[in-house]
């Protein structure tokens, strides 16, 4: 039976050592900002939104959630990101996506201040991590990294199977695992075969968006699991991988929820206190 790797504890964890950064910090005269942006009523949205806020007040930060209806023209979203650039009282900006369909999600990306840009996603943030720069890592793949390190599982020399290819989560995770020194494979909705390239894996990641597409016959004995995806079933929520078959063989596994969902809330915190530094130093 796998070992369950527990989010909530490891983000706590996290939460708590962003705290004690945001501690020195006030003693700086510097109060860590966030301002997330949400549009529209959509109720996953709402609830991340909320969580991300009660996190960052819980870490001493100073947030603030800006509400619009789904009406909002792009040029008035644009606008707002524009005084919130200028806005020293923050020091990161999200815009919750997804966006409504009349917004162009690339334009509104790019329009916030790259050093701002706590999500990880402007072009200038993508670009610094393809060429081991420093900027800002996607929370999600930045959170999947922090837990294979508070759970010591080794990285480097391993072979790691991505599946999943997206901007936010699969893209960001195979630059940061060549990073780490993994022999990465990435896996998409046109791979053939894909069990046998997950069988080969000694850390899979999946971040795929569906119900139990990973099995355990799909997964190598031994191996480390770790679920993206976040999907909802009659009601309950699940991830990419069947949880029940893929822990008889699995050596580690994150259960969904409570693995790498908390974690992309507390590398959220991480990257505003990271931004507030960069510009206290
Ligand atoms: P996307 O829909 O953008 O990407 C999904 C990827 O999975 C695509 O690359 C797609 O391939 C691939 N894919 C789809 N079906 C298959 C299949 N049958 N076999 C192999 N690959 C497949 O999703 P995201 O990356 O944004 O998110 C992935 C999941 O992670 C979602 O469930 C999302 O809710 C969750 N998520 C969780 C977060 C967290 O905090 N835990 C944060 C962000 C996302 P192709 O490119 O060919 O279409």
Not at 239 to 251: H, M, T, Y
Request: net charge neutral.
């Amino acid at each position: 039976m796998a070992q369950i790797i527990d989010g909530k504890k490891w983000s706590g964890i996290s939460r708590e050592e962003t705290k004690g950064v945001v501690d020195s910090l006030h003693k700086q005269g510097v109060r860590p900002g966030l301002v997330v942006i949400l549009i529209g009523e959509h109720p996953a949205s709402m609830s991340y939104v909320r969580g991300k806020d009660k996190a960052a007040t819980a870490a001493g930060l100073y947030s603030e959630m800006i509400h619009l209806p789904s009406s909002t023209t792009e040029s008035a979203l644009l606008q707002l990101i524009d005084r919130l650039n200028g806005d020293d009282r923050f020091h990161g900006i999200l815009v919750q996506l997804p966006l409504p369909s009349h917004m162009n999600e690339k334009a509104i990306i790019h329009a916030i201040a790259p050093h701002k840009d706590v999500d990880g996603f402007h072009p200038v943030n993508v670009g610094a991590l393809d060429l081991g720069l420093s900027g800002f890592v996607p929370c999600t793949p930045l959170g999947v990294m922090k837990l294979l390190t508070y759970e010591s599982i080794e990285v480097a020399g391993k072979h790691a199977v991505v599946i999943g290819r997206s901007n936010i989560v699969g893209k960001p995770m195979v630059q940061l695992l060549l990073r780490h020194n993994a022999t990465v494979t990435i896996c998409h909705s046109k791979t053939q075969d894909l069990p046998n390239i997950t069988r080969q894996a000694d850390l899979l990641i999946a971040a795929i968006g569906k119900p139990n597409v990973i099995t355990g016959n799909m997964i190598k004995p031994g191996a480390t699991v770790i679920d993206v995806g976040i999907n909802r079933v009659n009601g309950k929520l699940c991830g990419d991988v069947d949880f029940a078959s893929a822990s008889q063989v699995a050596q580690y596994i994150t259960p969904v929820p409570g693995g790498v969902g908390p974690m992309t809330i507390a590398m959220l915190l991480q990257n505003t206190v990271d931004a507030a530094m960069k510009l206290a130093h």
